[in-house]
């Protein structure tokens, strides 16, 4: 009996020794399955953006459309002088596999024309947010700086009212006073001579710096008109998008030759967003 007693004295303090060995420490360790590292919950990376690699700037903007920004162009009889016309200047820059661009200048009988065209790929350096979505906020700051105006809001009007007189659109005017423009029959004849899907503006309320839908993933239009001095007027028209987490600026400007001649909003919108057409289809957004 005494034997039997002293093996069952050893059996329970080979016990608590096992348990102690294995259970938690007094000062907060953690036990042999644990996971300290807690590699098995850790956050994963944000997905990197689609674009990897930029396009060429100035080959990204084909002939035909700098004939139809450019006109001045066609009025080149030097065969060296219109080819570097077309050529274009590439912007200075400090990091090409983040943003590139290119510049062209073409002065012709009626105006001198400036086109610039931007390439930025957002990457982010942090684990949490994602390259589009870093691009996003980028691009909601480059839209805050344009001060686009609200969107008229169009009323229904009671039953029995009479609502066929002038409309809120008409009496809101533009920061860039685009309803200056002459008219808007030439930018039909640019629309339909471009070939491409983008309508031609029809009233000057449509001209006004706005959002564009269907360009990209998100787009606006901005449209300025610098009559300061005594210079001819100087318009500049703005076309951004962005396409997953690249973000692509045109900006399209006209200064005619005659002191008191306005360049056509309508015509220089549609130009615009026609090479923000073709740039977008050649990203694949």
Same mark, same amino acid.
């Given at each position: 009996m005494q034997r039997k007693a002293y093996v069952t004295g050893v059996a329970a303090l080979l016990a608590a020794?096992?348990?102690?060995?294995? @259970? +938690?420490?007094?000062?907060?360790?953690? #036990?042999?399955? +644990?996971?300290p590292s807690g590699a098995g919950t850790a956050t994963q990376a944000a997905q990197p @953006?689609? =674009?990897?690699?930029?396009? /060429?700037?100035? @080959?990204?903007?084909?002939?035909?459309a700098l004939d /139809?920004?450019?006109?001045?162009? *066609?009025?080149? !009889?030097? /065969?060296a002088q219109r080819e570097k016309a077309y050529a274009g200047?590439? !912007?200075?820059? =400090?990091?090409?596999?983040?943003?590139? @661009?290119?510049?062209w200048k073409v002065e012709s009988m009626e105006a001198t024309d400036y086109l610039t065209v931007d390439f930025e790929r957002v990457v982010s350096y942090d684990n949490a947010v994602s390259d589009d979505s870093q691009a996003e906020r980028l691009f909601a700051k480059k839209r805050a700086a344009a001060h686009l105006p609200e969107p008229a809001v169009t009323e !229904?009007?009671?039953?029995g009212v009479d609502d066929t007189g002038p409309s809120a659109d008409a009496s809101s005017s533009p920061s860039s006073s685009s309803a200056?423009?002459? #008219?808007? &029959? &030439? $930018?039909?004849?640019?629309? #339909? +001579?471009? *070939?491409? $899907?983008?309508?031609?503006s029809s009233s000057p309320s449509d001209l006004q710096p706005r959002l564009l839908e269907e360009l990209g993933d998100e787009a606006f239009l901005d449209d300025e008109l610098d009559s300061s001095g005594s210079t001819a007027e100087h318009r500049t028209v703005t076309v951004a998008f962005r396409t997953s987490n690249v973000i692509v600026t045109i900006e399209y400007a006209e200064q005619p030759a005659v002191v008191g001649a306005v360049p056509d909003s309508g015509e220089m919108q549609d130009r615009a967003r026609n090479l923000a057409v073709r740039l977008a289809d050649s990203l694949g957004g």
């Open positions: 020794v096992l348990a102690g060995c294995t @259970g +938690s420490s007094d000062d907060g360790g953690t #036990s042999d399955d +644990s996971n @953006g689609r =674009y990897a690699t930029l396009p /060429e700037p100035c @080959g990204a903007v084909d002939d035909r /139809e920004l450019l006109p001045g162009i *066609g009025e080149m !009889t030097d /065969e200047e590439a !912007t200075l820059t =400090y990091d090409t596999d983040r943003k590139v @661009g290119c510049r !229904t009007a009671p039953a200056d423009s002459p #008219s808007s &029959s &030439s $930018s039909a004849d640019s629309s #339909s +001579s471009a *070939g491409t $899907s983008v309508p031609p």
